[in-house]
């Protein structure tokens, strides 16, 4: 009785491991970066939330509010806001968008992304 108990659980962890897709895709949520240059100071959100249960297709929106540094001066802020759908690509591990071509990666801890060569951190 106790070795039909042990390879109950053996079992059930076979089956466990094996149905886990490996890959959670923990990128759903929302991301920020903050970045400064001589010419201006921009704060960039992104918003990744899943379209369907059962598809791999997510929505982006990214949000941007920069200020340009003109003289010395910081002008008022301006504000930019787009969305697109992206698809997740399994074997390449990207976030992909087909028709600027952007790519978003998520890092292995899942607290950030990055969108080109931006790093974003997770902020909910």
Known sequence: MKVLSILTIVFLTVIVACTNNGGDKNFTGTFSNESKSEYSQA????????LKETENSYNVERRTGYQKIRNGVILPMEYKSESW???WNDQNKVL???EYGRQITPANDGNSITLKSTRYQRIR
Do not use: G, W, Y
């Open 85 to 87: 759908q992206s698809s």
């Open 96 to 98: 992909s968008e087909t």
């Open 43 to 50: 704060f960039d959100t992104l918003k990744i939330t899943r």
